[in-house]
């Protein structure tokens, strides 16, 4: 992408091209393809979401890591290698003004590597265990659940080869679907080391060369640049060659094997079921060993499953960078995807408890105590709603109804006079007059354990 081609050209003063579609949209503001807004009634879905993951995070003591989302573009084209799709013509690559090669990170595995050698991360207590979450992006052809700019939780282990971390990564990722009700396959296979696969990949092509003609041409450039990618072929002919094709696991060295089958043995050991994929080898390049991915449960019809999240074992990547070889393990889930689920599946929890009280005020000298009063109760933790730019009572009772509140206060000019406050019950009708003094420890009675207060978990600028 240059910087100096402008995607959109204007044409008229009202009128755009968008050259990517060809179609003339109207002028004004709107969402690039790919792009959307999280509007507030999705939080509530994106907050359970991001809260599971974080205590599932913190339960299995990971630390936190923020990552920046631009970063050099060599970053991603040497780690997730030159014949995948992310790198042929997924990035968001642009020159800076510096003049440096800089990319939108396309995922988040490549810059925890890199942060892990830059800030010397190999003389903490190994393994270091970090977590993340951000948006990733990836010029990709929408469609659904496929987002330009999409967000990922990510779980990275540096600095342990046991095959324990590799199952108990995929236990956790697997207990984060559990605690948000969602249920997933987990698909499983080794891809072996660097050595091995070589000798595989020799016997991939020739198995593939006989066919040549029969392959789409996407897959017979794969098959030239990058032939373990023709794995992951979405063609109906190339799925149809794939099954008299030769199989990873059938050449995978003693050492390879063993590692894979005690992940499996772990899996067995904690309960977590799990289906082979002899094709399953993954979009990114730096995977060595274990390669799994979560998808959605099969449906009773035949619907495609979707990935809602994926990983694998990475014992090069840290060497790659140029720091001390560090075998490494991780996964990432899609919270977009997983959100989608959430509202499949008709879950929808508020993204914070729903004010139980509203604030009717009238006259400006209402406004102003109400201003204090209103303080008062975010000290005490208990949410108001109000209407400030209604003036009458009427209209602000009518917001007080939809918003289905319990209680609301009244406070008019002969309140602020007397220093009192009228409390009005939503659901009898009934209404009372009392001290202003007392209105905070009152409401706090009538309410009970119900005050809706506001639980302090969530950081927004972390969580962006
Ligand atoms: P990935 O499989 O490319 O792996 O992405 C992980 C998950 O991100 C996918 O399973 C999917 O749910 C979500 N995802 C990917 N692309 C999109 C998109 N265009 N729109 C919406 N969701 C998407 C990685 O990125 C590796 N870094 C994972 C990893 C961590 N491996 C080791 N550590």
Redesign the pocket.
């Known amino acids: 992408m240059n910087p100096k081609q402008p995607a959109l050209k204007k044409t008229k003063e009202v009128e755009v091209v968008d050259e990517e579609e060809g179609k003339k949209s109207k002028s004004g503001p709107e969402l690039l393809r790919?792009f959307r807004d999280i509007l507030p009634e999705e939080q509530g879905r994106w907050s359970f979401v991001r809260d599971t993951v974080r205590s599932l995070a913190q339960a299995y003591t990971f630390d936190r890591i923020d990552l920046p989302i631009l970063e050099r573009s060599d970053l991603f084209q040497r780690t997730i290698g030159k014949g995948t799709d992310?790198i042929e013509k997924?990035m968001y690559v642009f020159t800076d003004p510096s003049n440096r090669s800089v990319a939108l990170r396309?995922?988040?595995?490549?810059s925890?590597a890199r942060a892990y050698i830059e800030h010397g991360m190999l003389d903490r207590p190994q393994p270091v265990k970090l977590w993340y979450l951000g948006p990733?992006f990836?010029h990709?052809r929408?469609q659904a659940?496929?987002?330009?700019q999409?967000?990922?939780a990510?779980?990275?282990v540096f600095g342990g080869e046991e095959p324990i971390i590799d199952a108990q990564l995929i236990l956790i990722g697997k207990k984060i679907f559990e605690t948000l009700g969602i249920d997933v396959q987990v698909q499983i296979n080794s891809i072996g080391t660097p050595e091995c696969r070589q000798a595989y990949l020799t016997e991939l092509v020739s198995y593939f060369r006989q066919f040549r003609n029969k392959l789409p041409d996407d897959d017979k450039r794969r098959l030239q640049k990058n032939p373990l990618r023709i794995l992951d072929s979405k063609e109906e002919v190339t799925l149809g060659l794939l099954e008299g094709a030769p199989q990873i696991l059938d050449w995978l060295d003693e050492k390879s094997k063993e590692h894979f089958m005690k992940t499996l043995e772990f899996l067995d050991e904690v309960e977590v079921p799990y289906v082979l994929n002899p094709y399953l080898v993954?979009?990114?390049d730096?995977?060595t060993h274990t390669v799994f991915?979560?998808l959605s449960a099969q449906d009773e019809g035949d619907k495609a499953q979707?990935?809602?999240?994926?990983?694998?074992?990475?014992d090069g990547l840290v060497g790659l960078l140029g720091g001390r070889p560090t075998p490494?393990?991780?996964?990432?889930?899609?919270?977009?995807?997983?959100a989608r689920a959430l509202a499949d599946k008709n879950i929808n929890p508020p993204p914070f408890p729903q004010p139980q009280v509203f604030f009717a005020q009238l006259g400006d000298a209402a406004r102003r105590v109400g201003l204090r009063l209103y303080e008062e109760f975010r000290v005490a933790g208990v949410p108001v709603a109000e209407a400030a730019g209604k003036n009458a009572l009427k209209s602000q009772l009518e917001v007080a109804n939809k918003l289905g509140v319990k209680l609301t206060l009244i406070l008019g000019q002969k309140e602020v006079l007397d220093g009192t406050i009228i409390i009005r019950d939503m659901e009898s009708g009934a209404q009372e007059t009392i001290d202003s003094k007392k209105i905070v420890s009152i409401v706090q009675r009538k309410l009970g354990g119900d005050a809706g207060v506001v639980a302090a978990t969530h950081s927004p600028v972390a969580d962006s």
Do not use: K, S, V, W
Not at 106 to 110: F, N
Not at 306 to 314: E, P
Not at 328 to 338: P, S
């Open positions: 790919g992310i997924e396309p995922e988040a595995t490549a925890a990733m990836r990709d929408p659940g496929r987002f330009r999409f967000y990922q990510g779980f990275e993954r979009g990114l730096y995977y991915e979560f979707t990935a809602l999240g994926g990983g694998g074992r990475y490494a393990c991780g996964f990432a889930l899609g919270i977009d995807r997983i």
